[in-house]
T-cell receptor
Framework: AQSVTQLGSHVSVSEGALVLLRCNYS??????LFWYVQYPNQGLQLLLK??????LVKGINGFEAEFKKSETSFHLTKPSAHMSDAAEYFC?????????FGAGTRLAVHP | NAGVTQTPKFQVLKTGQSMTLQCAQD?????MYWYRQDPGMGLRLIYY???????DKGEVPNGYNVSRLNKREFSLRLESAAPSQTSVYFC?????????????FGSGTQLSVL
């Protein structure tokens, strides 16, 4: 069965530091993979998605993620954190006509 | 652009009461979904509707019913609310359902069952 595991429920970085949010998936077929972001008191918004066209996927707000089949990973990175990046981030895998989410990682950015 | 609209935004119920959460989208999307969000558990799919006239169970359907009233509207009903149904509920929609689809989310309904 397809599933998603996000390593670390909370991540804290300094403003300007590298952001790395980890996601591992399991899938019996080539997956579609997503990262969504949720700002406080809002619904989720799509950051980026992998659909097999390219292993390095660029998203909005300077985020990118690399699909590594050998490691079954789809980690999210941003070279330099901004205070406005503080939010909860969800990795998700598409299973036929449903989207299965990970538990989420809350990112805190401090000055 | 309204996108996905959910009502109400907040609701407090007593155990055993019933209520319906409303959701409407104005993007002419075929597929609609109801998720619940609980701390440390991410979003879990309750029910979804791949197209008008069809509904299917997700991961956690027990205690809920849904109606796809038309292409725009997809409601979620709690017949007899329980404290375990205290959660934040999100409605979402997508153009299709073949995988790789972007979901558009509403802003959520915070439900407390006492």
């Amino acid at each position: 069965a397809q599933s998603v595991t996000q390593l670390g429920s909370h991540v804290s970085v300094s403003e300007g530091a590298l952001v790395l949010l980890r996601c591992n998936y399991s899938s019996s077929v080539p997956p579609y993979l997503f990262w969504y972001v949720q700002y406080p008191n809002q619904g989720l918004q799509l950051l980026l998605k992998y659909t097999s066209a390219a292993t390095l996927v660029k998203g909005i707000n300077g985020f990118e993620a690399e699909f590594k089949k050998s490691e079954t990973s789809f980690h999210l990175t941003k070279p330099s954190a901004h205070m406005s990046d503080a939010a909860e981030y969800f990795c998700a895998v598409s299973v036929r006509d449903k989207l299965i989410f990970g538990a989420g990682t809350r990112l805190a950015v401090h000055p | 652009n309204a996108g996905v609209t959910q009502t109400p935004k907040f609701q407090v119920l007593k155990t055993g009461q019933s209520m319906t959460l409303q959701c409407a989208q104005d993007m002419n999307h075929n597929s609609m979904y109801w998720y619940r969000q609980d701390p440390g558990m991410g979003l879990r799919l309750i029910y979804y509707s791949a197209s008008e006239g069809t509904t299917d169970k997700g991961e956690v359907p027990n205690g809920y019913n849904v109606s796809r009233l038309n292409k725009r509207e997809f409601s979620l009903r709690l017949e007899s609310a329980a404290p375990s149904q205290t959660s934040v509920y999100f409605c979402a929609s997508s153009e299709g359902n073949g995988g790789g689809e972007k979901l558009f989310f509403g802003s959520g309904t915070q439900l407390s069952v006492l």
